[in-house]
């Protein structure tokens, strides 16, 4: 490879890192326009900017940079250099305006609003997310952790004094299945075909579950089904 390749691969391999890394400067680009929505529509500056970085890498996406769509909206677009099934928009102020107009026009996220204020950057993600905003559990406190990395609660503008509502991240736990054990007491004249036949099962089932190798049966013995 000469000197002059290796150069110009270098060159380009600093700008993509330096592509990727960009968060402060989109932070800088994009939060007069957060701003700007929190004062209309009373919705964080903080939990839009923290969406949109984590929704678009900070700009760095495809559907960012190719259809302008910075929070992941889905819908139709015109866009001949990407096959997507993300919508278009003009610019990235566009985008911004519509994902608020998400969250004031449609069920459910337009009860967050009588929820929680501008400065409740958590109960917002949190409520996003349960409105179904995202499939991923751990969304918001993916946004949650950008919010605090990045200081975006200083562009909420929160008063003074202002005590943080405190919340404790949701738990999600798998749900166990547990089966309770069905026991059936053995009549006289019972056998396992009979039992099978009244419990909706099988003899093979019946004798596995019970570890019984005979079919004999004795009167008041329980059995499992």
Same mark, same amino acid.
């Given at each position: 490879m000469t000197k002059k390749i290796f150069t110009f691969c270098l060159f380009l391999l600093t700008g993509i890192i330096a592509k990727a890394q960009n968060t402060e400067d989109y932070i *800088? !680009?994009?939060? !007069?326009? *957060?701003?700007?929505?929190?004062?209309?529509?009373? =919705?964080?500056?903080s939990v839009i900017l923290a969406v949109? =970085?984590?929704? &678009?890498? !900070? @700009? $760095? &996406? /495809? =559907? *960012?940079?190719?259809l302008n769509n910075h929070f992941g909206v889905k819908g139709p677009n015109n866009n001949a250099e990407i096959r997507s099934s993300y919508r278009d928009y003009l610019n990235a102020d566009e985008s911004y305006s519509h994902f608020v107009e998400i969250m004031e026009t449609r069920e459910p996220f337009n009860n967050l609003f009588g929820k929680y204020d501008q400065y409740d950057y958590k109960g917002w993600t949190y409520g996003i997310r349960r409105c179904g905003y995202a499939h991923s559990r751990s969304w918001? &406190?993916?946004?949650? @952790?950008? =919010?605090?990395?990045? #200081?975006?609660?200083?562009?909420?503008?929160?008063? #003074?004094?202002?005590?943080?509502?405190?919340?404790? *991240?949701?738990?999600?736990?798998? !749900? /166990? $299945? /547990?089966?309770?054990t069905k026991l059936y007491t053995v009549k006289s004249g019972d056998n396992l075909s009979i039992i099978a036949k009244k419990k909706g099962t099988t003899v093979k089932s019946l004798m596995q579950k019970n570890g019984i190798r005979k079919a004999n049966l004795k009167p008041g013995q329980r059995i499992k089904f």
């Open positions: *800088a !680009a994009h939060v !007069a326009c *957060a701003q700007g929505l929190m004062h209309d529509h009373k =919705i964080p500056a949109a =970085i984590h929704e &678009s890498a !900070a @700009g $760095n &996406s /495809k =559907i *960012a940079q190719h918001a &406190s993916q946004v949650i @952790g950008l =919010i605090k990395k990045y #200081e975006l609660y200083q562009y909420d503008e929160r008063p #003074e004094g202002y005590v943080e509502p405190v919340y404790a *991240a949701p738990v999600h736990r798998r !749900a /166990k $299945n /547990k089966r309770k």
